[in-house]
């Protein structure tokens, strides 16, 4: 059986209550937390204040729902922002500890001066958050996003987070379409192993579109990850925070569910 998530990214707009309910009501057993009732920063939402901890894993637990990612705006590009983003991360990772995250979203995003320095910078970022979190029993998943899109750019953040088994990527297989397109298993099979979750979102020349109407091979992305083994979610990303005119996320909830996978 599949195993399906969305993110809030979808609806942000909405109440923790509404947010749950919209997951009984498909039939999806975890979320990722990108944005609560208007509010995108994690340290400002009313929920996961210290405070209201004990009544968010409450609510969660009742409604059956696994609050799974906890989504960030954490970069590690900007040399002068990044002892700023490492204490970000910290503040956020302890969030997803106090209410029962799995993990925490982060970015590499740009890839700024010496390509190679950045992509150096953006690896010890990405490895000393994994080590503080691994105590607290939280993994850092770096989103493939932005200029961190690669095969090439990706292997040396994963080779300098050799060891840390809390460590990840989330695939965002939109952001590799303009690289690989039909050839997408050249980025797929040497980091496989390290793919942990997976955002699922479809485009039609350059429009976002609803699930299976666009030109990405979610379906076949699906079957293939599946069939070699993968265990993890997958994930709608329906990017309705940022593109006001998409339709409401049940729309694209109801199309991803009926797709023929």
Not at 111 to 134: F, S, T
Request: aromatic share 8%; glycine share 10%; proline share 4%.
């Amino acid at each position: 059986m599949i195993k399906w998530c969305f993110s809030t990214l979808g609806c942000t707009d909405r109440s923790l209550g509404e947010i749950l309910a919209l997951a009984r009501r498909y039939g999806i057993a975890a979320v990722e937390v990108r944005g609560i009732g208007g509010v995108l920063d994690n340290g400002e939402i009313a929920d996961f204040a210290p405070e209201n901890a004990s009544k968010t894993k409450e609510m969660l637990q009742e409604a059956g729902v696994t609050p799974l990612i906890l989504g960030t705006s954490v970069s590690f590009h900007d040399e002068a922002k990044f002892a700023e983003n490492l204490q970000a991360g910290k503040r956020d990772m302890e969030i997803a500890a106090r209410l029962g995250f799995s993990a925490v979203r982060v970015f590499g995003n740009r890839i700024v001066g010496d390509e190679d320095a950045c992509i150096r910078r953006v690896a010890e970022g990405v490895r000393a958050l994994a080590l503080a979190a691994a105590p607290l029993g939280v993994s850092v998943f770096l989103e493939v996003h932005g200029d961190f899109n690669t095969v090439e750019r990706l292997l040396p953040i994963v080779e300098l987070c050799d060891g840390c088994e809390n460590f990840g990527l989330i695939w965002d297989i939109c952001h590799t379409n303009a690289t690989y397109g039909a050839g997408w298993r050249r980025f797929y099979e040497p980091l496989a192993p390290f793919i942990r979750h997976v955002h699922l979102k479809d485009i039609k020349k350059g429009v976002h579109v609803l699930p299976g109407e666009g030109e990405l091979p979610i379906c076949e992305v699906i079957r293939t990850m599946r069939a070699d083994g993968y265990e993890g979610y997958f994930s709608l990303e329906w990017e309705k925070h940022w593109h006001k005119e998409l339709p409401e996320i049940e729309v694209a909830l109801e199309r991803l569910l009926q797709l023929p996978i």
